[in-house]
């Protein structure tokens, strides 16, 4: 098995490489972070088609996603499930304007950088007749979360973009997978200075996401726990929403992305 992930160099998609390395998969890792993906491919048992490959790189640089591809598919083969992991999460306010740039730079890396993550790959899949396309997205996105604008947004329109590349990929052999996580125990979540319910370790996130990936589920919320959540956050009249997460704890603004 040949599996490309983004945003692998930590938390998530950290797990992901090595709960698929340990099942014998060879890898394509991609993260801005080289050193530690270096550190993380040296750690991992080999594949049964050799070596993993490292791609340092940014989901917002088209040309170097396409390039990886490119790489990964002549010395690997095309894989069999490619996951657009790699996302950043940040606290932004409407009403400032110093908080437009993080904005623009969540929907290059969650919904730009997905897109550009998959469709190098969308080809080869087909011609083959097989293979699973992986997006991350969150239970953030099911409603718009006051002071994390910029990030419910991001979720929701990945979760839309999934759903028309499904019906676009439909009969071609090739499944669209969305996951919609709750709270998984990341660097991404440490800076969250309020409670999270069914906080999952990331090896434990891991080995669900894969099932659902094996499944080819075409939305799974994980823990199933948030999926239930995320039913009754739908059904909630606005102004009982409004009233109750306008007092919620917000996301911390400012942090590098």
Not at 88 to 95: F, K, P, R, Y
Request: glycine share 10%; proline share 6%; net charge positive.
């Amino acid at each position: 098995m040949r599996v490309f992930i983004t945003g692998a160099s930590s938390g998530i998609g950290a797990a992901l490489a090595r709960h698929y390395a340990q099942a014998g998969a060879t890898l394509g890792l991609a993260a801005r972070r080289q050193r530690q993906l270096l550190d993380l491919a040296a750690e991992l048992p080999a594949g049964l088609s050799g070596t993993h490959a490292c791609y340092a790189l940014d989901v917002a640089d088209a040309a170097a996603l396409q390039a990886a591809a490119a790489d990964f598919i002549a010395r690997c083969g095309c894989p069999e499930i490619v996951i657009a992991n790699a996302g950043v999460s940040v606290g932004t306010l409407a009403d400032d304007a110093g908080d437009l740039p993080a904005l623009r730079r969540v929907f290059e890396v969650n919904v730009i950088g997905m897109a550009q993550t998959l469709q190098p790959f969308i080809a080869a899949m087909k011609a083959r007749g097989s293979g699973r396309l992986v997006g991350i997205a969150s239970v953030a996105g099911i409603r718009g979360l006051p002071g994390a604008g910029a990030y419910s947004a991001s979720k929701a329109a990945t979760i839309a973009y999934l759903e028309a590349l499904r019906g676009e990929l439909r009969g071609s052999g090739v499944k669209v997978v969305t996951i919609a996580p709750g709270y998984i125990a990341t660097p991404m979540t440490t800076a969250n200075p309020y409670p999270m319910p069914f906080l999952l370790p990331a090896d434990a996130a891991a080995r669900r996401f894969a099932r659902a990936i094996e499944r080819g589920s075409s939305y799974t919320v994980i823990p199933w726990q948030m999926g239930v959540v995320a039913k009754l956050l739908r059904l909630l009249p606005n102004p009982l929403f409004d009233a109750l997460f306008a007092r919620a704890g917000r996301k911390p603004r400012g942090l590098d992305l």
